[in-house]
Each structure stands twice: as structure tokens, then as C-alpha cells.
């Protein structure tokens, strides 16, 4: 069986990480993906960049709305996620607007944070700002 | 050199826009073009305005950007960052150097598009395509909004990061979605124009020129995209509205409806440009909701006065309104306009039929003109309790002396 685990966090706490949090969370995250790796069970981890960089889409009647922001709604529970390689925000979004909740409940498109894969495959904070 | 400082201004955003694609960073292009800036204010007094500024600013900020990445590349010995400009397309390049128009437009559309991409907030919208489209300074946008300078610096400095961090291209919609996004170009446009029309705007300069720089953004558009009629249909409005400036408020800001405006204060040179514009369009018969309400702006400001306005010319372009921008406020309208021409059974019909708009209900002109037809048509109690209705949604002191004396009228 395939399992998600998602990974909650309020922001202004990841935003007033020190240099030392960061490392020490790094750390773990490496033994955890290096364990998982181990054990066999490693499918795949992703950051995602901070929420201001977010976009939803909706479809009513048809209609595409496309917005700033995350998809904020507290009554809808997260179903699902797609992973998409895209050139651009507009080509993602046209995928997103295809799959059917977006027609009935919302679809956030958020960017993944960019890890170099380096050949050691040694996780590393993007290198953005 | 008097004409420096403008004609630097006139040809700065169409560097950056072209910086832009160049170097294919916005943060960079901007900081680039600052320092070509100061170098034209050193340099164009000495040597004469360029023949072609655009290009000039381009080729000293791009030279400038080559600058930057030499000295990177010496400290960092990151000799990645030197392929970055040799990746750029040096086709194109070419092309700006010789002027070539075609190859500029296109940077200019691209960078209105991106700055009106609807994954950003509206305010942000507004204040990117003011920054880096119109060339206004953070100041001066944030103090036509009234706002923090510092305020506005974050909302640009988000704005920008949300374009680079989602990935937000820099690129002219495919024709599936041109529509579409251009009518929400327009949109941040007329909103810059509204903005500077706000009632609640104290200082009056102020607004004047929150609109004049709304009328420069149209006057861009509509070189841009001389195949939509509706680009240009937005300038026409806003021209023929802008030219009653000095007309629509007394000294204390109050509005004075159109009825009792000073007609001899309107601005007869933008009225007549706007008429020659919106006839002219008009000819394409491709019509749209800005250019009929072009249309409409353009017979009130032929019209001598109130009485002598083509009121039947109005319910028509008011009934075509309807047609494409179906709303209880333009139904509102057209039934003042067919009071006019067919009294006001024939307009209170019509208010019938928006009555139960919970818009409406709250909406004080629709309670104040069903006063005024009822008391038209003899019925005082009728128009009296409207008048009333209307007086209790309103807080404005002026026009609260205007219906205090329309219920005394009806007693």
C-alpha cells in the first residue's frame, strides 16, 4: 500500500527558523529518507515553496478562475495530488483546471521547491534567495 | 535638455520591458535600467538625446548586467552566470539595435501580460503594471493610493516574487486565452482610472493624475492592440469621462450629478478627441460594453444642456448595454434615459422589473429616480416613502439636503 504523509506546519513558524533549526530539521529529514531508503519504502519527498506563491483554480458553469493565494476553504479535506513538470504557471494551471473537483470543490497549484540532485544525492535546501 | 527627464521617462518601460526578455529577470532588469538612467542623466547632456533612447538605455543596462556577471563570475568563479546572457537571443537582439519596432511592441505586451496575470492579487495588478508599465516610482503609487510607501514597496516586492517563485510567464497569451486576458488588462486599467475618482479622495490633484496615468496606460494599449476595438473604446471613455474633471465636484468635494454639472468647465479638446475615437470605432461594428459607454459619454458631451440631450440616442445605447453587460445598475440607467423620451409609467416599468435586486433594495439612486417618476406621475405618498428609503441609505450631507427637501416637496 502507498502511503502519504503529509507534512502540516503554520508558517510563521518554518518562516523564524534559525540557521541551526534548519540544519537540525535538515538532519532528520536525511535520516528519515536515508532509513526509508533502506528499508526499501522511499517513493518520493517534496518541498513546497511558501505559500505566497500559490494560485487556485476553480470551474464553475464552465468558466476557468484562476487567483492569487491558496485554496483556503476549511470544510474541504485534501483528496489527492497531482506532481507536474511544467514550463510555466499557465500550462500547469491548464492541467489543473482539468481534473474534476476543480469543478466542485478547488485545485491550489504549488510550486515545488527546486533541490539540486547532486550526484552524492545528499538532500539540499533549494537555492532560491 | 528641458525635454531629458520626459523623454527618459517615455522610454523606460519599454527598456525594461525588452531588458526583461534579455536578461530574463525582472528584479535584474530594473536594477540594470536604474543605472542606465543615471548614466543618461551624466551622459545625454554632453552628447544629445540619442536618436533612438530605447535602444540606448537597453544597450548601456545590458552592458551594465555584463558588468555585473564578469565581476560575479571573478568572485564567485561561477562560470555558469556568463552563459546566461550568451544564451540570449542575439537575433533579437540585433533587431532592437536598428529599432525594429515589431520586436519592442512585443516586449511591452509581454510585460502588461505578466503584470496582469490573474494569479496575482488586483492590488498587486495595479501597482506592478503602474511600476514597471506606466514607470511611476513607488512613492508616487503609493501616495495616489494614499498608502505607506513601504506598504507599496512590499506589495511590488511580493508581487515579484510570486511572478519568479510560481513560475508566472512572461509571454503573450495563445488566442484561446487573448480574450480573455486582455478584457482583465483593460480591467486594471479602468481600475486606475476609477481609483482616481473615488468620492471619499481628498485632494483633488491627486486624483487628477491617478487618471492621467490611466489615460497614458489606454493611450499604450490602444497602440498595442490596434485589432481590438474594445482597447480603444476604453481610451474614448476615459477621455470624454476625464474631460467633466473639473465639472463633477464643488469646492468641497461633493459630486454634482451630470444634470446640474457646469457645462461651460468641461474640456471641449477631450471630448471632441474621444468622440473622434469612439466614431471611428464604432465603424468596425464590433461592439462591446466600453465602447457603447464611450458612446453614451460621447452624446452628453455634445448635448448642450440637460434638457436638450438625445435622450432616445441614450435609451438605445443603454438597451444595447444591456445586452452585453446585463446588470440592475445599467437597467437603472436606461430607465432615467426612457423617462425622458417616454415618461415615467414607461421608466417605472422597467424599475419593476430590477425591484427585487437586493442591490437595488440597498442602491439609494434607484430608491431616489423611483421617487422622482412617482412624483412625476402625481403619486406624493409613493414618492414621498421612496424619497425616504433613498435618504436612509445615504450619508453624504449634501445629498441628504437634496432629498430632506424632495420629502418637505411632497407633503
Known amino acids: 500500500m502507498l502511503y502519504a504523509l503529509l507534512i502540516y506546519e503554520a508558517e510563521d513558524v518554518s518562516e523564524s527558523y534559525s540557521d541551526a533549526d534548519m540544519e537540525q530539521a535538515l538532519e532528520g529529514h536525511r535520516n528519515l529518507q536515508n532509513d526509508t531508503k533502506a528499508d526499501g519504502v522511499f517513493v518520493e519527498a517534496n518541498q513546497l515553496m511558501p505559500a505566497g506563491s500559490a494560485t487556485s483554480v476553480r470551474v464553475r458553469n464552465g468558466e476557468v478562475s484562476v487567483m492569487d493565494g491558496p485554496f483556503a476553504e476549511t470544510k474541504e479535506l485534501l483528496l489527492g495530488l497531482y506532481v507536474v513538470d511544467c514550463g510555466t504557471l499557465d500550462q500547469a494551471v491548464e492541467y489543473a483546471r482539468r481534473i474534476p473537483h476543480a469543478e466542485t470543490g478547488g485545485i491550489e497549484v504549488r510550486p515545488v521547491a527546486y533541490f539540486e540532485r547532486s550526484g552524492s544525492d545528499q538532500l539540499q535546501w533549494p537555492t532560491s534567495d | 535638455m528641458a525635454d531629458l527627464g520626459l523623454t527618459l521617462r517615455a522610454a523606460q518601460p519599454q527598456a525594461l520591458a525588452t531588458l526583461i526578455r534579455v536578461l530574463g529577470d525582472l528584479t535584474l532588469a530594473e536594477d540594470v535600467l536604474q543605472e542606465a538612467c543615471v548614466r543618461a542623466i551624466g551622459k545625454w547632456p554632453e552628447i544629445g538625446i540619442p536618436e533612438n533612447p530605447v535602444a540606448w538605455l537597453v544597450a548601456t543596462g545590458r552592458n551594465h548586467a ?63 503594471t503602474l511600476k514597471t508599465v506606466a514607470g511611476l516610482s513607488v512613492e508616487e503609487i503609493a501616495h495616489a493610493f494614499l498608502a505607506a510607501p513601504r506598504t507599496m514597496e512590499q506589495r511590488i516586492v511580493r508581487a515579484k516574487r510570486k511572478i519568479r517563485d510560481a513560475g508566472i510567464p512572461y509571454e503573450v497569451p495563445g488566442p484561446a486565452e487573448l480574450p480573455e486576458r486582455l478584457t482583465s488588462v483593460l480591467q486594471v486599467a479602468y481600475l486606475i482610472f476609477n481609483e482616481g475618482y473615488k468620492a471619499s479622495r481628498g485632494d483633488a490633484i491627486v486624483r487628477h493624475e491617478l487618471a492621467q496615468q490611466a489615460i497614458r496606460l489606454a493611450r499604450i494599449l490602444s497602440r498595442l492592440f490596434r485589432a481590438e476595438p474594445e482597447v480603444t473604446g476604453l481610451l474614448a471613455l476615459m477621455l470624454l469621462q476625464h474631460a467633466r474633471r473639473d465639472a463633477r465636484a464643488d469646492r468641497d468635494g461633493a459630486l454634482i450629478p451630470l444634470d446640474e454639472q457646469d457645462r461651460t468647465r468641461w474640456d471641449r479638446a477631450l471630448i471632441a478627441e474621444g468622440r473622434a475615437l469612439i466614431e471611428k470605432t464604432l465603424r468596425r461594428k464590433r461592439p462591446g460594453p466600453y465602447q457603447i459607454q464611450a458612446a453614451i459619454a460621447a452624446v452628453h458631451g455634445v448635448s448642450q444642456s440637460h434638457a436638450e440631450t438625445d435622450w432616445r440616442e441614450i435609451a438605445a445605447l443603454y ?3 444591456e445586452k452585453y453587460q446585463p446588470s440592475p445598475v445599467v437597467t437603472l440607467n436606461r430607465a432615467v434615459a426612457v423617462a425622458q ?25 434607484y430608491h431616489a429616480s423611483r421617487a422622482a417618476f412617482l412624483a412625476d406621475l402625481g403619486d406624493r405618498s409613493g414618492a414621498r416613502a421612496a424619497y425616504e428609503r433613498a435618504l436612509l441609505l445615504t450619508e453624504n450631507q449634501p445629498e441628504r439636503a437634496f432629498l430632506e427637501k424632495k420629502i418637505s416637496e411632497q407633503k
Open chain 2, 341 to 365: 423620451v417616454d415618461g415615467p409609467r414607461a421608466a417605472l416599468e422597467l424599475l419593476d422589473v430590477i425591484g427585487d435586486s437586493p442591490d437595488m433594495q440597498r442602491y439609494r439612486y
Open chain 2, 66 to 128: 555584463i558588468d555585473l556577471f564578469r565581476r560575479r563570475a571573478l568572485e564567485e568563479r561561477h562560470a555558469g552566470a556568463m552563459a546566461v546572457l550568451d544564451e540570449a537571443d542575439q537575433a533579437a537582439w540585433n533587431e532592437i539595435e536598428t529599432g525594429a519596432d515589431i520586436v519592442l511592441k512585443d516586449d511591452l505586451t509581454r510585460l502588461i501580460f505578466t503584470c496582469c496575470h490573474p494569479a496575482l492579487s488586483p492590488d498587486a495588478q495595479v501597482a506592478l
Open chain 2, 319 to 321: 438597451a444595447l448595454l
